[in-house]
């Protein structure tokens, strides 16, 4: 069975610290891996990754794929309180439908 | 730009009562359509998809049902919901051969 599973499960830090959020995977046919932001609402997208070693960037985020050992970190230097969300991993595997297969999310609290 | 809409935003409703969550997608064409529930402190479940018109699958056994009249249009219905129906449902979209989902603003739902 396809799943996705994303550690810590929370998080609390202060402003400025550094964090690593990390996703790990088992899925048939893999494509992409993409992450999304989720404050209070919607998720917003962050990075879809598809090659192992090639690091996305924006900002203080940044996000790299390991596909020989089914995993992805998500980096957030000088945090924020702006960053304090749930953090959702999704894999999608290579299929026309293009179903995401989302992990739980690791929720991060940022504190002044 | 694409942009997308669901409403309503937020409901109660009592138990064995109907529902209808109604999503459109502007701005692009032939979308793929789907529909996500997120429980409580849970990642996002997918609940059915849709690759045209009238075209549904249904991942989960469960007594809601989605219709796709139009090709744009995606529709989320019970004819008498279940206390478990509550949650956060989420309608999002992609293009046909995409690598990233996009979602509406979401549907709280509360069944009393």
């Known amino acids: 069975e396809d799943k996705v599973v994303q550690s810590p499960l929370s998080l609390v830090v202060h402003e400025g610290d550094t964090v690593t959020l990390n996703c790990s995977y088992e899925?048939?046919?893999?494509?992409?891996l993409l992450w999304y932001k989720q404050e209070k609402k919607a998720p917003t997208f962050l990075f879809m990754l598809?090659?192992?070693?090639i690091e996305k960037k924006s900002g203080r985020l940044s996000s790299i794929l390991d596909k020989k050992e089914l995993f992805s970190i998500l980096n957030i230097t000088a945090t924020q309180t702006g960053d304090s969300a749930v953090y959702l991993c999704?894999?999608?595997?290579?299929?026309?439908?293009?179903?995401?297969?989302f992990g739980s999310g690791t929720r991060l609290l940022v504190r002044p | 730009s694409q942009t997308i809409h669901q409403w309503p935003a937020t409901l109660v409703q009592p138990v064995g009562s109907p529902l209808s969550l109604e999503c459109t997608v502007e701005?692009?064409?032939?979308?793929?359509l789907y529909w996500y529930r997120q429980a409580a402190g849970r990642g996002l479940q997918l609940l059915f998809y849709?690759?045209?018109?009238?075209?549904i699958s249904s991942e989960v056994p469960q007594n809601l049902s989605a219709s796709r009249p139009q090709d744009r249009q995606f529709i989320l219905s019970s004819k008498k919901l279940l206390l478990s129906d509550s949650g956060f449902y989420l309608c999002?979209?992609?293009?046909?051969?995409?690598?990233?989902?996009?979602f509406g603003e979401g549907s709280w739902l509360t069944v009393v």
């Open positions: 999704a894999v999608g595997p290579m299929d026309s439908s293009y179903k995401l297969i």
């Open positions: 899925v048939t046919n893999f494509r992409s």
């Open positions: 598809t090659s192992s070693g």
């Open positions: 701005g692009t064409s032939n979308p793929n």
């Open positions: 849709s690759v045209g018109i009238g075209q």
């Open positions: 999002a979209w992609s293009v046909r051969s995409g690598n990233t989902i996009y």
